[in-house]
DNA sequence: CATGAATGAGACTTCATTCAT
DNA sequence: TATGAATGAAGTCTCATTCAT
């Protein structure tokens, strides 16, 4: 931080609110626009709002993002690059078996996206062939380091020789994770849906893929 | 239109050309308006678009449906709920192995829902918290069915001991298809992206489902 | 009427429902307008729904009468020159004293304005500016025959004696006879107003025109 | 604008100019809307018209009037709501007798109402069917107040021995004086029309109403 | 830096009128 | 003569962006 840092607890005096307030104003605009993008979608968010919901005027915005498209690109990075790079973190220093690794991330995954972070995966599905530029840029951003990083723990499970070197797995195991984001984010929202996605279901979910819905004589303590 | 027109009886007198006309227009019209929908999302979609495509006025859209709304339940009834209804009449006259019911309808909705249709989802995903009104009717029109029919072929999985009683399984299946859907219409349509959703594919997701990631010492031909 | 008046029992059978339904058709159309331009006024009413309340379709309006402002005018003419010239009839054959003419003409009007020709003025006080063409062929239409008609009433008990020779005063009664069928069709159709025209108002309205609202000592029988 | 506009008080620094602007929009585009809906009708009225008389883009009125049919309520709240309470203010504060309170409320009336305050009458009789809302707010609004007001004004009359206690005056009190606003702005706006409200006039009405049509013999100084 | 009044292109929807049948 | 499908201009209202203060 600068040596100004305004948690610095020494008083110095006027100008430090002023200073605090001024630094903070990215963060906080850019927490108002991923809470009214996941909530109203890209398009349907007004710039007033996203100014409002920040505390300031909507002339003030456009001084810190020149239009909607880049403020919402700046929400993208600021919320996704984090994530995936915690969990690269997580999985370099793992040193138990697969299984665990697979459960630990999908845990650490489900806490992390509870939040409104989540729903940026639902705006981008939605909205992203109206802006084509953002597609190459998420996919880069995004979709392929959080591939490679369910890929690598996948991997590491084969050549422990705990896991079937199945292709389809990876995507198996994102899209029942986005999925439920996405519903949380939509419907949802809307009406009040059967499942909610807690630590029992992820641990539920590992289960079935990892052991299979099929009831077979001569397994033992295959269910939790 | 010419006289020599197949389709067109002998003296069929007074309107034939434009009953024909008239009597295509809302399956133009829905086909048009699937596309768009799908394209550029229900909000961002202009009526004036649908008509053009449609080989038709502004105006006339608004004779076949009387807002945009309306024509997107249309849509939706017309491209999902027949698609339900089809599964439901395939799982009625079943009788054979609850597994061969789950891959029946797995690749039939696959081979289905391969066009546009499939790109619903990610329209109502994206837009149903701005349309609150279309949330209870996609819920009752298609989520609840489409859970009663997956649930039933479960079901009766269990009943004939076929399957581990295990809950999540329905929203696991689901998420999985929908959830590639969502990617082709989305990602998918602006960048290449490295799975398609072919026939393979599915089974590959059955055949994972079914057995389980883990590799056991004592399975035998647990890979159909 | 024509020999081949449909109300002829001679069985002139095929044919003569034809005949009729299309005689009848100006005046179905006119009645159906005459309504509607009422209740709605001239702009708010659509031509379809004129046709629909005529029982034809919306081209057949247009085999009749060639806009919709010439169907406005057909109605004007139709509906009030008549009253007038009635008017004018009772007045001219009238022997009594102008006070009781003035009584007959009132109560007459009253009775016939009743229905929804009273309602033309509204429409053409409402709409007459947007319509300049109007203005003119209504003044020559209607107002100044009525105005004669009235003025010759009172110039009538002037010269016998009977009146005070007071300028506004058709005006007034002018006034309050059309002001009454205005708020009939006005605000009187929405919500419940306090007076409604009968014939005992009308008595009432006079007296009080005729004698004046002061009580005065030396009159005698003034009052009914 | 300029340094020495005298309205602008010394050293009031940001925003002056623009705020004295803003201040001063409402009553403008009142002043518009009042002018138009007169002229036009209601419906017929365009909002960018009035947008355009006063001044300003379309975008600007409604930063101003959420709608047109608001923008319609705040035009009579300024314009018949406050002349009814100046009207209730001076028969609260009246003394003399109520042949004077009378003749100076419709003199008040006349003069205040001469300009195009008048017209709202017709708008709202011409259009109050096709925006049933409005119905009530004007029954409320303007209506029952003004009938309040005549109706004090001739009990007092009649409390204090002046007035025979007849009930239908207030209507023809109030049906003269609206329905001559009612001419003027319509017919009278196209054509020449052969009275017009005067003080002259004013009195004139009052003087027939006061003291009746009838001429009789034993009458001294009826006509004031 | 910050404001918020102002803009104007563009969206959905209506409806008088036309014209092929 | 009668129909009603089709048109497209015109209306109300929204909102991203600008700029004077």
Redesign the interface.
């Known amino acids: 931080m600068s040596p100004s840092d305004p948690s610095s607890p020494a008083g110095d005096g006027h100008g430090a609110t002023r200073r605090r307030r001024k630094d903070a104003r990215p963060q906080e605009l850019l927490d108002a626009a991923l809470a009214l993008f996941v909530?109203?979608?890209f398009?349907?968010t007004r710039s007033e709002e996203v100014a409002a919901r920040a505390g300031v005027s909507k002339g003030t915005l456009y001084l810190y993002y020149p239009s909607k498209e880049e403020l919402f690109k700046a929400v993208v990075r600021r919320n996704l690059s984090e994530l995936i790079a915690e969990g690269s973190a997580i999985a370099d220093a793992f040193e138990g078996s697969a299984?665990s690794l697979l459960r630990l991330l999908m845990h650490t995954w489900r806490e992390r996206a509870a939040g409104a972070a989540s729903g940026i995966h639902?705006?981008?599905?939605?909205?992203?062939?109206?802006f084509?530029e953002l597609?190459?840029f998420?996919?880069d951003e995004v979709?392929l380091p959080a591939?490679r990083l369910i890929v690598g723990a996948l991997q590491r499970g084969i050549d422990r020789?705990?896991?079937?070197p199945?292709?389809?797995?990876p995507?198996?195991l994102?899209?029942?994770t986005?999925?439920?984001s996405?519903?949380e984010?939509?419907?949802g929202?809307?009406?009040s849906l059967?499942?909610t996605m807690d630590a029992t279901?992820v641990d539920?979910?590992l289960?079935?893929?990892?052991?299979?819905?099929?009831?077979?004589p001569?397994?033992a303590g295959?269910?939790k």
């Open positions: 909530e109203k979608g398009a349907a299984e639902k705006v981008v599905i939605a909205e992203v062939r109206s084509p597609a190459q998420y996919l979709v591939q020789g705990e896991f079937r199945l292709e389809p797995v995507h198996l994102i899209a029942q986005i999925f439920h996405l519903c984010h939509s419907l929202a809307c009406v059967p499942v279901l539920l979910q289960d079935l893929l990892l052991h299979g819905l099929l009831r077979r001569n397994r295959a269910a």
